[in-house]
């Protein structure tokens, strides 16, 4: 028996490639992305580019004002102080949770990372770095610290295309993550927290 798969739509298709762009840090903060230009760009028709950006609007990685282009949005190092200010107690209590447990799924996250070759675009990258720290939130059971932290995941993919300038070696990224993953994995809780907090304590390059 065959199982026939829906062909990806032309509206994915333009959220994935520009959502890559976005990530990859290809196209800057506060870029204006006019639709026509998008439409002439691509080969597709406007409505179909309106309805790509509104998916990027809706994950919060472009912005849109009344009559004017969507832009992609901009995080400044004030935003991203404020947004480590209410990751660091979330992952506190993640790592409090998971102490002396190993996460299937974030060590996969972690394989996928470490397997990307390397011309591989940021934005590969970015996904399973939210992967991998998504998964450990997962785990955790709690559907409410996972709600929370779903809020803040625009911001947190927005911020992690500032590290490709920090992280010029991948292998650094990926030997980060595996002593958090070790750190936590290993237990007990007071250490697991302590490396989670030395994780998050890093800095995001300049604006």
Do not use: C, K
Not at 67 to 96: C, G, K, N, W
Not at 164 to 191: C, F, K, M, N, Q
């Amino acid at each position: 028996m065959t199982i026939p798969l829906r062909p990806v739509s032309a509206v994915n298709a333009l959220a994935d490639a520009l959502r890559r762009r976005v990530l990859s840090g290809e196209i800057a903060p506060g870029t204006p992305l006019p639709e026509q230009e998008l439409s002439t760009l691509y080969g597709v028709a406007r409505p179909t580019v309106r309805e790509a950006l509104a998916v990027l609007v809706h994950e919060g990685l472009l912005r849109r004002e009344r009559h004017r282009s969507a832009q992609v949005a901009e995080v400044t190092l004030a935003d991203l102080d404020d947004l480590m200010f209410v990751r660091r107690p979330l992952e506190d209590l993640m790592a409090t949770a998971l102490a002396g447990r190993r996460v299937e799924e974030a060590d996969g996250a972690l394989a996928r990372m470490a397997a990307l070759p390397g011309d591989a675009p940021w934005s590969d990258v970015v996904a399973e770095h939210m992967a991998l720290h998504q998964a450990l939130i997962v785990a955790v059971g709690s559907p409410r610290l996972e709600r929370l932290y779903a809020v803040l995941a625009a911001e947190t993919r927005l911020g992690l295309v500032r590290l490709r300038a920090v992280y010029t070696d991948r292998d650094v990224l990926v030997a980060e993550h595996r002593a958090l993953l070790d750190a936590i994995g290993r237990g007990p809780a007071e250490s697991a927290r302590r490396a989670v907090a030395t994780h998050l304590d890093h800095g995001w390059g300049t604006d």
